[in-house]
């Protein structure tokens, strides 16, 4: 009877050492840093031109509000002084920074 193999999980940048990765993620971010600020400078036309809808040959971009309710966070801790410690829950998380090599910060 045939076993099941666990293979293990290989990522396509399995085979990159850890400076070439360092890299690689670097300029991934820079060049996603660099189409995000684009996209927001098109959006922020789009609504400047108080735009609805606009069909162009392969995407369509609409605009609508909605609206979204949000806890004010400064206001219940006034609210309820000291005592909001009690509803603090502690998260752990990952943070990755990515900052230029000083030759390329120089470069600049």
Partial sequence: MAQAVNLPIISRFHNLPDEALADVLGHADAALK????????????????GLVEAVGEAFTVTATEQIAGRLDVAAVKQ????????????????????????RLAVAA
């Fill in 79 to 102: 609210y309820l002084g000291n005592s909001w410690h009690r509803f603090e829950v502690a998260t752990v998380s990952t943070v990755i920074r990515i900052k230029a090599a000083q």
């Fill in 34 to 49: 660099g189409a995000e600020a684009d996209c927001k400078a098109l959006k922020d036309e789009f609504k400047r031109r």
